[in-house]
DNA sequence: TTGCCATGTCATAAATTTGTAAGATTTTTT
DNA sequence: AAAAAATCTTACAAATTTATGACATGGCAA
């Protein structure tokens, strides 16, 4: 859950002021003193957030979230920027480049928190919305609810209930169909990368996804393929 | 509910007549002349609808439009765009960037009115004053009040007191029914934007809500998806 | 100021989900 | 046909998530 945060910042108190505030408040917090050197450290590890001083020396705030934005690997990051200047302008150019929020100094720890939590918050979901529907299944992710769509069922469509990870792992499916996914494949994709668990888990969950479509007899949607 | 307008013309004789107009209706009204300074209102207060003039000084209200559908926070806010040319390819060019709507000058606050009522309906259910009847339960957002709406209980429609946060919250669950709603998303449409407070608390109103509703055994009506 | 109400937070209980091990079964090889 | 390899099942304890009650705080009215 702690999520790992850049601080690019190059007055000592300042930087030192804020990742005092996030560490305690139970962030990871790297500090760089100017951008380059936080081009640097982005390039060796990918934070979850940037918050970004607007005046540097060299390469200014501004230039750096270009920089990010351009990236395809630092694209998503969420960044706030910070400012002395109230000038309404830099506002807007801020948020033009592609920050998500933008603070002027002074700014309590508490506003800023609130700010982070806020914007980390929203970073996360981005799944896609529609129904999928499969040889009579149909599985709708806003609804979280997955039912029989065959004609002779639409009157009383049948609900079929799945855990979290068996419900992701249908949809997955469902999105993918017609092809063999491996064991190693699947926990990439539905697990989630840099998970620890062994191969056999996805036999399990596969029963019980398995099971739990046998009472609609649509089971043999899922088939392994040695 | 008192939905909040932004308005950003800059010619002050219209700002003035829609603003007028806007406030005799119940809205609470929100004015600038220029899209820097509505850029700046939007990053304080979040609107619940967006009317932009299509000419403006400085940045263009299509450039406006466009920096509102990026942003994260101000991607779902309606919009509806203004105009005093008649020109086909505008709309066109309006519609395109994401305005839901689009009106030619002159037009009446009557027109102006009904187009902001579907706008608001269509897009944030929970904002327009309309009463909400969701499996015998009823609220009505005029007179703020919660009751049973069963055939009979019709004769003594008996009355559920809940909290101010609980009633948003009611509210808003029972605009957009039948689908799941993050703890996260909750927070940002019933608390607000830049609100800061835990996750959890939204469990604490959901419970409350739930407990409110036991009387009447309607509480089954919200349901914990895991 | 005091007292009350609404809210947010925390600690703990309750409920669900998930990963694993171990044995049963099926398929493939030898 | 027997052995080997891979998959399926089932049971269960650990881990995670949600529900609940209690408490502290802050605003507001009496």
């Not at 609130?114 to 896609?128: D, F, M, Q």
């Not at 609810?145 to 997955?172: C, K, W």
């Not at 056999?200 to 009472?215: F, G, N, P, Q, S």
């Amino acid at each position: 859950m702690s999520a790992t945060i850049l601080i690019v910042e190059d007055e000592p108190a300042i930087q030192e002021l804020i990742s005092y505030n996030l560490r305690n408040t139970g962030y990871v917090v790297l500090c760089a003193d100017t951008a380059e050197e936080a081009v640097a450290m982005v390039n060796d590890v990918l934070p979850d957030l940037v918050l970004v001083d607007w005046m540097l020396p060299n390469m200014s705030g501004i230039d750096f979230v270009r920089l990010l934005r351009s990236g395809q690997r630092t694209k998503p990051i969420p960044i706030i920027m910070l400012t002395a200047r109230v000038d309404e302008t830099d506002k807007i150019a801020g948020l033009e480049v592609g920050a998500d929020d933008y603070m002027t100094k002074p700014f309590s720890p508490r506003e800023l928190n609130a700010r982070i939590k806020a914007v980390l918050r929203r970073r996360i979901p981005e799944v896609s919305d529609e129904v999928v529907d499969v040889g009579g299944l149909r599985l709708d992710p806003t609804t979280h609810r997955v039912t029989i769509s065959d004609v002779l069922e639409a009157a009383h469509p049948r609900e079929i209930l799945l855990g979290p990870t068996e419900f992701r792992l249908l949809h997955y499916l469902m999105a993918h169909t017609e092809r063999v996914h491996s064991r190693a494949q699947l926990l990439d994709r539905v697990w989630g990368d840099h998970v620890f668990v062994e191969d056999r888990t996805v036999d399990v969950h596969i029963r019980r996804l398995r099971k739990a479509l046998e009472a609609t007899e649509k089971d043999d949607l899922i088939q392994t393929v040695r």
